[in-house]
């Protein structure tokens, strides 16, 4: 069971979400401060991703680079397939990239593609922190794409203020109170002080104001 903190700030926010009679679901998102910590030293930066047990609220989208066989037997486990005749085509047209990483949230592809990749589109994948996974062409990429569908990327790059998604508003309050646990637990393991390190978490809907919880 979540912390009783930690639910009524999210029923706190849910109430603020209603009187906005916003037309779109909107995203719950946690927000965290860290303290005491040098984030110009690379080794403090926080870069992790992180399954929530109770999901996203909606699907993560995923990217697959491949070929042959594990193309054919993905192609309708993953959002889009880049096979290797596009990657060049891609490189090419660097606007038309650009839209497919920030339509999507993970990227996977089979080892043997990875330094092509790298060469044509790191420049673009990496400051987003979308460098694909690398993954062996015989994988059964069912349940690493089901994983991901689930998943949720905590990056602090430089700065000591960073977020991210904890839910939907219309999940259930303990579901997304117990998806932010997960998140700070995570968190606190990566820190050089753990808990610390933290000082101070906020949770937060899309377009709503900021309830602290920590």
Known sequence: MAEKKTIEAIQKVL?????????????????INLKNIDLNDAKNRVDEEIVLPHGR???????????????????????????????????KDKKKFKKIVNAHDFFIAEAPLMP??????????GPRGKMPK???????????????????KVRSKS????????????????HIAENIEA??????????????????????TTMGPAERIL
Do not use: C
């Not at 000591?160 to 309050?173: L, S």
């Open 57 to 91: 609220g909606d699907e993560a989208k995923v990217v697959l680079f491949a070929s042959g066989e594990l193309a054919m037997k993905s192609k309708n486990s993953v959002d889009l397939l880049i096979k290797p005749e596009d990657i060049e085509e891609l490189s």
């Open 116 to 125: 092509t990749i790298g060469k044509t589109l790191g420049a673009i994948l």
């Open 159 to 174: 700065s000591k203020t960073f977020h991210t998604i904890a839910g939907k508003e219309d999940m259930d309050v303990n």
């Open 15 to 31: 109430e603020e979400t209603k009187k906005l009679e916003r037309k779109f679901k909107q995203t719950i998102d946690v927000v």
């Open 183 to 204: 998140i700070l637990k995570r968190l606190e393991t990566k820190l050089e002080r753990g808990k610390l390190n933290i000082g101070s978490v906020y949770v937060k």
């Open 134 to 152: 690398p993954v062996p062409p015989t994988i059964d990429i069912n349940p690493v794409v089901k994983n991901l569908r689930k998943t949720v």
